[in-house]
T-cell receptor, first 113, second 112 residues
């Protein structure tokens, strides 16, 4: 059973471009969380999704950011018109329902130049 | 909303014991987890407390007091490889869904 897979591991975008970050949860996991981490800082919650549903997006900026977790395929975090402040590590975690442990991917390091 | 407080940095000596505290204010709280993250790596799960008391896993133990909204992670026989950031995280239920929110992390520095 492969772990949580995130790709790409590193992504460089110019200001104004779009960034698409992918997360394939572990097999059998229906819950996906996205977190953003700035250097020397903690994990800031962005969004919590279950298959085809956004459960909690209270940590997501209202503009330019969106997330989905379709019935088939990976979860996608999409950032439109990126700015330098979007540069961070973005981590995805997954878990099955009613389980205390969340499994993290290796993260995507986004650099906006 | 959810809020967690943990020290930003703790320093300890190799072979010693260290305790990292976490206090929280959480609606719909039902559990506290701890995660370890090495520089440049992904967070990895260490422990979970759903009930009051102490959970022990090898050199690591975690404690929860729901009445005090407080928990701690205890690391014994510290090794240099334990130098990392440690995050407490609250599990909560509300609005028909579960959530998982992390604290800002404690950077543990181990000195020889």
């Amino acid at each position: 059973n492969a772990g949580v897979m995130q790709n790409p591991r590193h992504l460089v975008r110019r200001r104004g471009q779009e960034a698409r970050l992918r997360c394939s949860p572990m097999k059998g996991h229906s819950h996906v969380y996205w977190y953003r981490q700035l250097p020397e800082e903690g994990l800031k919650f962005m969004v919590y999704l279950q298959k085809e549903n956004i459960i909690d997006e209270s940590g997501m900026p209202k503009e330019r950011f969106s997330a989905e977790f379709p019935k088939e395929g990976p979860s996608i975090l999409r950032i439109q018109q990126v700015v330098r402040g979007d540069s961070a590590a973005y981590f995805c975690a997954s878990s099955p329902p009613w389980v205390s442990e969340a499994f993290f991917g290796q993260g995507t390091r986004l650099t906006v130049v | 909303g959810q809020s967690l407080e943990q020290p930003s940095e703790v320093t300890a000596v190799e072979g010693a014991i260290v305790q990292i505290n976490c206090t929280y204010q959480t609606s719909g709280f039902y559990g506290l987890s701890w995660y370890q993250q090495h520089d440049g790596g992904a967070p990895t799960f260490l422990s979970y407390n759903g009930l009051d008391g102490l959970e022990e896993t090898g050199r690591f133990s975690s404690f929860l007091s729901r009445s005090d909204s407080y928990g701690y992670l205890l690391l014994q026989e510290l090794q240099m490889k334990d130098s990392a950031s440690y995050f407490c995280a609250v599990h909560y239920s509300g609005g028909g869904a579960d959530g998982l929110t992390f604290g800002k992390g404690t950077h543990l520095i181990i000195q020889p």
